[in-house]
T-cell receptor, first 108, second 115 residues
């Protein structure tokens, strides 16, 4: 079983749609959680950290459920520029691991 | 300065060559990582250095040899690679344990082609 499991996608949505990505992790000792965005042939870049109380940044909302070992990302009012691969990242004391990534394409 | 700098950006090498990838950061981060990323796949963890000591080796073949000469530099020495080792090699750095919620920063990667 992979340490971080993520919705495989791809997601193809129209502009303005709401889309949700999910991720589960197996290491209960995991301490920090993030969503990264990766554009084609570029390095991953931080989209947002994920806090236990949930957090929001504009159109993006991240949630963490430690009991279920589950992370989610909600994107509201999708824009064309949101098209990318979204990767959940889980950190424990010594390592940092990625989910498989979900490819999102937002179409006009 | 929130940059991780990787050199070279592109590298083509033969299977008998020896080459090195370099990574540098000046953010005072004491955890540094090497990842390998194949097309349409997520980054796969290869090595983790913590306080300049190797803390994780994900059963990477010995033809990949990491080195952390100081807290700002991370190298990956390559020798006798195979064509299937062609990939994007990403370096990342982060704060260590006390600051677990801080993000990791990635370099732009070295796109390696083994011929």
């Amino acid at each position: 079983r992979k340490e971080v499991e993520q919705d495989p996608g791809p997601f193809n949505v129209p502009e303005g749609a709401t889309v949700a990505f999910n991720c589960t992790y197996s290491n209960s000792a995991s301490q920090s959680f993030f969503w990264y965005r990766q554009d084609c042939r570029k390095e991953p870049k931080l989209l947002m950290s994920v806090y236990s109380s949930g957090n929001e940044d504009g159109r993006f909302t991240a949630q963490l459920n430690r009991a279920s070992q589950y992370i989610s990302l909600l994107i509201r009012d999708s824009k064309l520029s949101d098209s990318a691969t979204y990767l959940c990242v889980v950190r424990s004391t010594n390592d940092m691991r990625f989910g498989a990534g979900t490819r999102l394409t937002v179409k006009p | 300065d929130t940059e991780v700098t990787q050199t070279p950006k592109h590298l083509v090498m033969g299977m008998t060559n020896k080459k090195s990838l370099k990574c540098e950061q000046h953010m005072g981060h004491r955890a540094m990582y090497w990842y390998k990323q194949k097309a349409k796949k997520p980054p796969e963890l290869m090595f983790v250095y913590s306080y300049e000591k190797l803390s994780i080796n994900e059963s990477v073949p010995s033809r990949f040899s990491p080195e952390c000469p100081n807290s700002s530099l991370l190298n990956l020495h390559l020798h006798a690679l195979q064509p299937e080792d062609s990939a994007l090699y990403l370096c990342a750095s982060s704060q260590r344990q006390a600051f677990m919620n801080t993000e990791a920063f990635f370099g732009q990667g070295t796109r390696l082609t083994v011929v």
